[in-house]
């Protein structure tokens, strides 16, 4: 037994009974975590006779060997392994082994923390046709199978014995396919240099000609810079010619630059950061049981909290440098870290081991060790969360994988005829992505499971390739037998099989229709909108500068400005339809978004080009460009000029009606004091001699003075009104109405009148108007009381929203607070057709010799409560009375 893992004798025993070779690597990472190496864990008898000098077996031994002749070699196996270690995909390769001189079949896959390496000499198959039939087929199958490159060529030598060509005697199927990718042609019917021509420049056919020379094997890495690719490439001599194996090994070589440039970035940042980390590995006796922890890695902080260099902390038992950490708790922590996977986190202050520090210690599992972060514990967990969300996304990109595989086995029927295929190997994702049972998928049929899709291509598609040979690959929409789904699918011929795979791909093509519909959606949105839109990109002169801008986009109202469709001034400059935008100043605009990257809106007049409009301008940097939306508020413009002007004339028409009628009033006054005196005198001196009939004329002539000096009266006090609209006194309505009460207070006790009022809020408004507003409401209910009943007048407040009062506000005061005031009466009444008109100046319901007044009193108190940013109402039904409803502004 060659293996210290190897606990159960009679595996190894059955082991090291096998023909084949077999070998177990376990993954070597460093501190970082980061896969190095490979470590030879445990070599069967047959692995450690077949290895030539007994290293490659050796347990204990690395893969990777810098000091080694074939580290090339080891480099492109690393490679592999590496390859099947992470994606969890296993390989086999088909090479010559020239120390064994022979032909090997290697299978690797993933096995634990390592590689499990199975491998089997085939030779005779490949060399000996004469074992028979099965042994030719297995060789087919290898050749057909491989994973690599495999031709043997045949040298063609001149008069003289020299090598001027080689002719391709044999090329697998992925050799072939290959060349056919890169070279678009089939090696079989060329030479070497027929399709390689460069072959020599490149050094391949120099080293062609060595090997068949000398007999001596070569192992290459070689390099084609005409297909930028790169070959592990092993030739050895057959016959007057040679046999080559070749492994692409481009993606590797990159996959190995970039590694190297990760790790060391890693052990960069590693260095770099603030907090000390460490990783530990269990050590276990026989019974399974955690009985130290081995440092396997650590950062240049995790050595200097640890008091030790670097190189003498890797490699050390933790109990043995540190017994402390038993005593403090840390090693309790990292047990339960490790066996149960909880994270852990414990501060304290460590004193022990030649270490006095506090430090913040948090542990986090790894395999079956931990990671151990110091101090810093915010910039642990960042990094602790990026490698769980880098495992996640793994992990689903693998559960996700759209590729699914299966393999069709054809039934025949007697006259040989393909009637219908069988499922002999479907994996997972095909079972899953059609909705069937895995189990129930195989041995099943193609016709009895999928009958309407078979009968629609796919059928006749497989029996083409099964005949032909020719691989397919095309896109389908399987839309039947309970499927919907799109699949970018290959078929290859398999023997007498057809191997399909299917990469699912209905997410993007639904997304590509729902691109297109979002692309169709969005033109439409666009070209109908009555919003300009436009992206200009820069142009720019030999200096680099901008001088003009190009519509890479512009949709139809703007293509509209110019009589043009939005497809003809795409792509032209700006200037050519727009030729004044680079002199009024737009350009400048679009310029500066685009310098500054701020965004801009300004209104802006564009007159030029017969072109004359008001536009909304709003201006944003977008990539490398600026897009542009804009409306046209050129009708609305044109409606506020008209607006100001209209304004601005009734303005003045107003004040000069105010002074009129102030001076009216005032210059109307004087003449009707002398009538009225010169009237007295007569009445008093001269009645004798006017006698009854002239006494009579007087006396009317007297009242229609007094009427006219109450109208000229209450004109004036109109004008005052309409002229006094600055509101900014805080008035207490309680007073105002008791004021007013007193005024008339002869006239409530003649009429033998009720006056109720409620408590009164206070607004902020203007004494004389308001009190003006009470004094007319409260006379009016005295003046217009019902002969058959005592007048009664009520005064009632309360608060409310505007939106809730019967009144109707403007949009902007229904949710303002208003103080709502009802002063009603039991008075005559009006007709409710008539609640307009009574505010209306100099309008009268009734005849002068029924009630005395000018019509004016009404248009004063609405005039007062507009002045106070108010509503007023009036409701009266003929005989019952009526009510005042007035809105006044909450006081804030």
Known sequence: MYSNQAADLEIAQLLDALPDSVIWMRALRDEHDQLINFRVEYANQKAVTSSPDGNLARIGATLLNETSSEHQHQLVAYTVMRTVFETGVAQEQTCFDTALNAWQLISRSKFKDGILQVTRDVTRLKVDGAEGQEETRLLQTILDTSISNIFVYEAIRDEAGEIVDFNVRLANPVARQDVIKRYGKDPLDYTLLGFRPDSRETGQFTLFCQVVETGQTIWAQHYFPDVDAWYDTSISKIGDGCVVTGVDITQ???????????????????????????????????????????????????????????????????????????????????????????????????????????????????????????????????????????????????????????????????????????????????????????????????????????????????????????????????????????????????????????????????????????????????????????????????????????????????????????????????????????????????????????????????????????????????????????????????????????????????????QFAYVASHDLQEPLRKIQAFGDIIQTQYAPIIGESGADMIQRMQSAAARMQVLIKDVLAYSRVSGKQEISVAVDLNRIVDDVLNDVETAIDSKQATIKVDPLPIIKGDVPQLRQLFQNLISNSLKFAHTDRKPVVVITSRLLRGAEATISVRPSDANRMFHLIDVSDNGIGFEPHHAERIFQVFQRLHGRSDYQGTGIGLAIVQKVVENHKGYITAHGQPGSGATFRILLPEVK
């Open 252 to 658: 590797q070589k990159k996959d190995l630059l970039n590694y190297k440039h990760q790790s060391g970035l890693l052990h960069s940042v590693l260095n770099g950061i603030s907090n000390g980390i460490m990783a530990f590995e269990a050590i276990r006796n026989e019974h399974g049981e955690l009985i130290d922890l081995l440092i396997t890695a650590a950062n240049e902080i995790g050595a200097r909290v640890a008091g030790k260099p670097l190189d003498q902390l890797i490699g050390r038992l933790a109990l043995v440098d540190f017994p402390g950490i038993k005593e403090a708790g840390l090693f309790d922590l990292y047990v339960e870290t490790i066996e149960t996977g909880i994270e852990g986190q414990k501060e304290l202050y460590y004193d022990a081991d030649n270490i006095s520090l506090l430090v913040h210690v948090s542990t986090s599992k790894l395999g079956d060790g931990l990671v151990v972060t110091y101090n810093d514990v915010t910039e642990s967990r960042r990094i602790q969360q990026q490698i769980e969300q880098t495992a996640d996304l793994l992990q689903t990109v693998i559960d996700n994988s759209p590729t699914a595989l299966v393999l069709y086995e054809p039934i025949r029927n007697d006259a040989d005829e393909v009637i219908d295929f069988r499922y002999k190997l479907v994996n997972p994702i095909a079972a899953k992505a059609t909705g069937r049972e895995l189990d129930f998928m195989k041995g099943n049929t193609l016709f009895s499971m999928f009958p309407v899709s078979a009968q629609k291509g796919f059928f006749d598609r497989l029996v083409k390739t099964l005949q032909t040979g020719e691989t397919q690959r095309y896109e389908n929409h399987f839309s039947d037998d309970e499927v919907d789904l799109w699949a970018d699918i290959t078929i290859v011929r398999q023997g007498d099989d057809v191997l399909t795979v299917f990469q699912y791909i209905t997410e993007v093509k639904q997304a590509q229709q729902e691109l297109e519909r979002s692309r169709a959606e969005l033109k439409t949105v666009i070209d109908t909108s009555q919003t300009g839109i436009f992206l200009f990109s820069p142009v720019r002169n030999e200096r680099s500068e901008v001088v003009d801008f190009r519509f890479r986009l512009a949709n139809k109202q703007l293509a509209s400005y110019v009589g043009q469709e939005s497809e003809t001034v795409t792509g032209e400059l700006g200037s050519k339809w727009f030729p004044d935008y680079k002199t009024n100043g737009l350009f400048d605009f679009y310029y500066q978004t685009y310098r500054t990257g701020k965004a801009q809106r300004f209104d802006f007049h564009y007159d030029g080009g017969g072109i004359d409009a008001w536009l909304d301008i709003m201006a944003t940097k977008m990539g490398d460009e600026v897009l542009v939306t804009f409306g046209d508020y050129t009708p609305l413009k044109q409606l506020q000029q008209q607006l100001e002007g209209s304004i601005t004339e009734l303005q003045q028409s107003n004040q000069n009606l105010e």
